[in-house]
């Protein structure tokens, strides 16, 4: 018979991925900005001091989700066509991003240099190129793109869009504005599929036109 230790309940053990899941499951919950070593240790139910053996502080936790967001990225193969190319990209960017989508943001904000964490950016900046992007557009229309996608997610996700709800549609056309009330019907429905991607195209059509036009009449 196996005697029972008293004393102490033991440390669970800790890893790089058991710290991001806790991350994650405390942004999922309260935001980014209630991303801490002392909520992280909480919900893992550690001490603070023993998550400093594998991040560096608050900013290593954000790192660390960010890493893991665009490293769980399955980048699609690429099919020379540069428009199905970027709505493959971001449609499987959307698939991992939604599962945490209060995560997301931080894709624009944190600088990575892990190779999978850079392997999506790469994979969207050879597309740009190669459809005859500059170097530094390329990064521009990146940056853009990124800003688009995030957005519309965040839009996506979000409890009550604004004239999203078809509550709505009745005070819109009595509002007294013109346009307002000639838009009633369209403003008080929220399609989350269509406004993705709806979204996406339009911001891929606008980056291709402009390679395009670039292209025709020079720098």
């Not at 009745?170 to 599929?193: K, P």
């Amino acid at each position: 018979m196996t005697e029972t230790r008293r004393g102490r309940p033991r440390t669970p053990l800790l890893s790089r991925e058991s710290i991001v899941e806790a991350t994650l499951k405390v942004i999922d919950a309260e935001g980014i900005t209630a991303v801490g070593m002392r909520s992280v240790a909480r919900a893992l139910g550690v001490d603070p001091k023993s998550l400093y053996n594998h991040v560096d502080g608050k900013d290593g936790l954000l790192d660390a989700v960010t890493e893991h967001l665009l490293g769980s990225l399955v980048l699609p193969p690429r099919t020379g066509n540069a428009r199905k190319d970027l709505h493959a990209i971001a449609d499987s960017f959307r698939a991992q991003a939604l599962k945490h989508p209060r995560a997301a943001p931080l894709v624009l904000t944190r600088q990575l240099a892990s190779q999978k964490a850079l392997a999506p950016v790469n994979a969207v900046l050879s597309v740009l190129k190669d459809a005859g992007a500059g170097t530094e557009e390329a990064v521009h229309m990146l940056r853009m793109l990124l800003a688009t996608l995030i957005g519309t997610l965040l839009r996506e996700v979000s409890a009550a869009p604004t004239f999203g709800r078809g509550d709505r549609a009745d005070t819109l056309r009595t509002s007294g504005f013109e346009v307002l009330e000639d838009t009633a019907e369209h403003l008080a429905r929220f399609d989350r599929q269509a406004e993705y991607e709806y979204a996406v195209d339009l911001a891929v059509t606008a980056v291709l036109q402009r390679i395009d036009l670039r292209g025709r009449l020079g720098p």
